[in-house]
């Protein structure tokens, strides 16, 4: 059920139950740290408050940690665009690579997928699917190859080929592995030899039904990587995204894109207001 929604049926009655309703916020994913500003704001108003108030106040509060929409991917003006990809497995990574890949495509601007996911044999495999699929140029290296050289190599091809974006889709894997945290800043730093500002932005994806899962994974990638932005998936019905604001709240990172669905279309800019709209 979405947040807002559940908050208006569940707290009809003027005296609230306050732990009642940090439960009901911490649910939502909004985590503790707003969770408690938001209880901490109703209470300093005092008088008789119902679920009409608690939603004016969470939306005032969601709100001004989103923020203003992030502006648009646009390619930059002499060289290309470094876009690396990151995240656990299970969360959409190589789909949403692909999904941002099609977007950026349907903008007018030229694309150069690169698999480094080389541990997998099925990752290559399956990006090159997409790559076929969106009639775009894929660079691949052997399977169990470095990462960080088929980043290297797309990125010298997009350059000699004057494309416009270059998409790195890393490997999946657990934010508790310091080897693997590791081999990510590698990639950071090989791809910086060419363009000291690559990669020019560093996205984390993440599973919007995870909930504090997805913070916790947040953290220890932008320790990595210094992120510049989310791609949330599985925002389709499932009445979540309050990870979203807890991340933006807790860590400053707003989110880029959203994933609402399997087809190519089902992938958006973010934009607060339909966001704030879609809690209700």
Not at 65 to 83: E, H, K, Q, Y
Not at 220 to 229: C, R, V
Request: proline share 4%; glycine share 8%; net charge negative.
């Amino acid at each position: 059920m979405r947040l807002f929604k559940k908050i208006l049926q569940h707290f009809t009655k003027p005296d609230i139950d306050w732990d009642d309703l940090e439960e009901t916020l911490i649910s939502g994913d909004l985590g503790i740290q707003l969770t408690t500003r938001i209880v901490d704001t109703l209470q300093d108003r005092g008088g008789k408050l119902k679920g009409e108030d608690i939603v004016a106040v969470c939306r005032e509060e969601i709100g001004t940690i989103l923020g203003d929409d992030a502006p648009p991917l646009t390619p930059n003006p002499a060289s290309p665009r470094v876009i690396l990809v990151a995240g656990v497995n299970g969360t959409g990574k190589t789909t949403s690579t692909a999904k941002l890949a099609y977007f950026l495509k349907q903008q007018g601007h030229s694309v150069l997928l690169a698999a480094a996911d080389t541990f997998r044999a099925a990752a290559i495999e399956q990006l090159q699917v997409w790559a076929t699929r969106l009639n775009v140029p894929i660079h691949t290296g052997p399977y169990q190859s470095d990462p960080s050289a088929v980043c290297f190599e797309a990125h010298q091809a997009a350059i000699r080929d004057g494309i416009d974006f270059v998409l790195c889709d890393t490997a999946g894997r657990l934010h508790t592995r310091h080897n693997l945290m590791e081999e990510l800043k590698k990639v950071r730093r090989t791809l910086s030899k060419q363009d000291d500002t690559a990669p020019h932005e560093r996205l984390l994806v993440v599973d919007a039904t995870t909930g504090s899962n997805a913070l916790a994974q947040a953290k220890e990638f932008h320790k990595a990587l210094d992120l510049t932005g989310l791609i949330v998936t599985k925002l389709d019905g499932s009445g979540k995204g309050g990870v979203a604001v807890a991340i933006k709240n807790e860590l400053g990172i707003p989110t880029r894109f959203i994933g609402t669905g399997e087809g190519m279309e089902d992938f958006q800019p973010f934009e607060r207001k339909e966001f704030l709209e879609k809690l209700v």
